[in-house]
């Protein structure tokens, strides 16, 4: 079932007609329904249930437009689509433009709600090469059972309309990331209007057209529009699950700044038997600065870097509750141990961290020569944590490397300079993007950790502070609003990869998730 | 002139004519003349400034035939070059075959000596990109001067009719590595024998087809044809003299063996934000293994990497004579201070070096991405000496590495040593090419040293051993022969490079250094 069509009314009828539908469904909602009330559990699974085999329909629509932002055309419609299928729940929807792809903004105001509550999202996928994917199209969605040998196999499409196995899945680009979670929030709008109910809250909805691309024109519609994004909270849908598949929320996530050191030997490569023992060796100076960072369990030993940071009870409570488990987190990534910065995964993730991006000097392999090369160059970055700003942990650094006794230059040495200084080291940083974390007892959070513990009688996961960067923290950090992250697809979604798919059970849980928010009084 | 074709006869006379005369140069050389008498310096300056032109016209010759060894039939036209060139010189000539090119020796026994002293040469040359030259035929050999804004230009080889400058130069394909030194030996037997004077030894001459690529069939040429190649000497003519240009003797060099480090951190590249603080850096821990490995100064810290080294006081005196300028090398490698392990250039080529020719993990520059690499490799080198053999030092270093406190590898982990084992250290070593050195007060040092320094009315620098590995050591031990390295050609020669030449100068010097051997007493 296409949702950009209007089913009420036959192919003849004029586009009048379907608009006054729109307009009728519009009213309903925001006039006629009344303030949510609590829905017990029970009733919400068997809600759910009911709508799932219209949201795979209209998730399969969604999916068939290609969303690679490299192509605006391809985008333009995915906004065409989000406008129709928003207008049709009564949202006002806005299309903001600026130098890059547009933003789509839909909102809704409800009479007794006072507060508002905007939803971020994307619209746009990663790149798909088609030959790298098990299916044809990659577009075109199709239903997966897993066979004996834990292979993933096609089955029918309309085995969804006698049954709905929640192990099966769905695959398609943007299955999971982020088309899926979009599908949810439209779905259990449904069912709240189908209950003649409205949320507590107003919403507004923010569909991103080039988050894979790093949400390049976000700051700019920001700036622009800035009135439009007024909210009390912001709800980021976007991710997966913690691995255990238990409803996830997440605080806050690490920001990073990346910074570049290179170390000098002779002004070319010189033969290493004619210079070995005299012409000093990059890569030994380069090993000596970096091995001076940190000790043997990987705690960095920069001056001050873990200034600041402390966990307060809850906090503690909180990280120590995520059931990780870190026997499986080391076989899978096969090592016999982990860094020791935190007393668990959870609090390892809290701390700023140093690591090594890349590292080369002349060449390994084929073409390696025998010589003393003329450079060594590094990468580094730092995850930050909002304790850890960028400036000042990059200073820290450089101070550090001061300290050894080398003399750090922030460009490329002159002739004049490598005749001076007989160690060098050259230090470059990016500008960086910042943390944040939303407090465990802050309004925003304990009011979703209810929202969840009430639908699904248990505690919900709760991360204080995931350990990546995603691109929409210039977002929550201009915006100065509250903000969690409610991921909501399957942890081995393959969300950057081919074959990205969306587990029907967590299809189920996202929408049960939403409706638990949409009737939660804020 | 070619010296390929008998100018004596005309066209018309037959190739038995030819042959006669060739037997008659023989038995007058062999037979008639009389053991070599000392030279005054003068007399020899004399000699050698009328074999200037005689000398260039066959070097001219020799390097018309292209000589890179990727073609062997090129090889075979160079040594039937040089088959009639020391035939005519009263040589008997071999062609010993192996499985790779062929040999080339020239025998000549003289009635009065007693002693046998080899000459090494290789006619083979680096291969020649014709368009990064300077001259539109690399082996068509050009002459120069140098202009007022220090390039080279061209200038008329008839020149050289009425005028020889020193500081002209030729330019062509093996004019320096190794030709030039070819025909200066051949230049100075003639001398001698227009003098009807024979040298006070034996004489055997190897020309090497595969120098430029390693000398691959020497070894097994041996084997098979031990017996020809007995000798008492052995001089090597390759390679460019001391930059101060002043005649050299370079008693021996380093040796090499080489070897390859690698440390892992999770079994595939992870997201430096979900696990930086987590899962070990390979970079680190590499950077931690290098930095232990050398001070600040740049001397090794391995337990007995320095063992059994030390100098007499003649080493010593020889070392420092060598007319080094420190400012002047610091300058061109652009460096602020050397490394500190000798208390001169020569002296710290005396000592085994470590050095790193490569490293790598993951990617810098484009392609760069935010994560925990899963691998860091590094390939370094240890120069060898002659105390201190291939096996032992990687042996130390493996050694070192272990008390750090590392688990050391010689294969790459398997998943259970990975899960077992925290820091692990994949440590892998070639065989290693060893060192040779000839003792500088050794009968073969004091004979050309006084040879040297009876004509040029000063002392040769010697170079107690030289830091680079070359080929022809293999040779050298698999001989046990006493051997000297004679270089005779400028340094600046660019013998690996396009526009690789010949000073007139060293040309002339060269030829002088061939006829002062020749007659020098053993």
């Given at each position: ?437 939303t407090d465990v007892n802050a309004p925003i959070s304990v009011w979703l950790r ?73």
């Amino acid at each position: 079932m296409a949702i950009n069509s209007c089913k009420f009314f036959s192919q003849t009828e004029s586009k009048y007609a379907c608009f006054s539908f729109l307009l009728l469904c519009t009213i309903l909602f925001t006039s006629l329904s009344a303030p949510a009330q609590k829905l017990s559990p029970k009733k919400m699974d068997a809600m759910v249930a009911r709508q799932m085999l219209p949201a795979l329909e209209e998730l399969k629509d969604y999916v068939s437009i290609p969303n690679d932002a490299v192509n605006p055309e391809d985008i333009q419609e995915n906004v065409q689509w989000a406008e129709k299928a928003f207008a049709k729940r009564g949202f006002q929807t806005s299309v903001l433009k600026n130098a890059r792809l547009p933003l789509f903004l839909a909102e809704m105001s409800f009479p007794k709600a006072s507060k508002t509550v905007m939803f971020y999202f994307h619209l746009d996928g990663q790149p798909v090469r088609a030959d790298e994917w098990q299916q044809e199209d990659p577009f075109r969605m199709v239903l997966r059972e897993k066979g004996a040998d834990g292979a993933y196999e096609d089955i029918n499409w309309n085995l969804l309309q006698s049954t709905i196995n929640d192990e099966w899945r769905v695959f398609g680009r943007s299955s999971s990331d982020d088309k899926g979670p979009i599908i949810m929030l439209l779905q259990a709008l449904d069912m709240l209007q189908s209950e003649r109910q409205s949320p507590p809250f107003n919403i507004k909805v923010v569909l991103d057209p080039e988050e894979e691309k790093g949400s390049p024109g976000l700051k700019e519609t920001l700036e622009k529009h800035k009135d439009r994004f007024q909210a009390d909270y912001l709800i980021v849908m976007d991710g997966p699950m913690h691995a255990s598949n238990i409803p996830t929320l997440t605080l806050g996530c690490r920001g990073s700044v990346g910074f570049t050191l290179a170390t000098y030997g002779p002004i070319t490569p010189q033969h290493s038997g004619h210079y070995g023992n005299y012409a000093p060796n990059p890569g030994f100076l380069l090993a000596k600065v970096i091995a001076s960072m940190k000790d043997e369990q990987g705690r960095v030993l920069v001056d001050g870097f873990y200034n600041g940071i402390a966990f307060d009870e809850e906090a503690l409570k909180v990280m120590a509750a995520v059931p990780d488990n870190k026997e499986e987190i080391n076989a899978r990534l096969v090592i016999a141990e982990e860094e020791k910065v935190g007393n668990n995964y959870q609090e390892s993730l809290q701390y700023p961290s140093l690591n090594i991006r890349g590292m080369q000097s002349a060449v390994v392999g084929k073409g390696a020569a025998t010589i003393v090369p003329d450079e060594a160059v590094a990468l580094l970055d730092i995850r930050l944590v909002p304790e850890t700003e960028a400036k000042r942990m990059v200073s820290l650094v450089d101070s550090h490397i001061q300290k050894q006794g080398y003399t750090v230059l922030n460009h490329a040495p002159t002739t004049e300079e490598r005749l001076r200084y007989p160690q060098i080291v050259f230090m470059q940083s990016s500008g960086g993007t910042p943390a944040f974390r939303t407090d465990v007892n802050a309004p925003i959070s304990v009011w979703l950790r209810k929202a969840l513990a009430n639908s699904y009688k248990k505690e919900p996961v709760v991360i204080r502070m995931m350990g990546g960067t995603v691109p929409v923290v210039s977002f929550v950090q201009a915006l100065d609003v509250p903000a969690v992250l409610v991921p909501l697809v399957n942890v081995d979604n393959n969300q950057h990869s081919p074959d990205e798919n969306l587990r029907l059970g967590n299809l189920r849980m996202g929408m049960k998730t939403c409706l638990s928010i949409l009737t939660s009084p804020i």
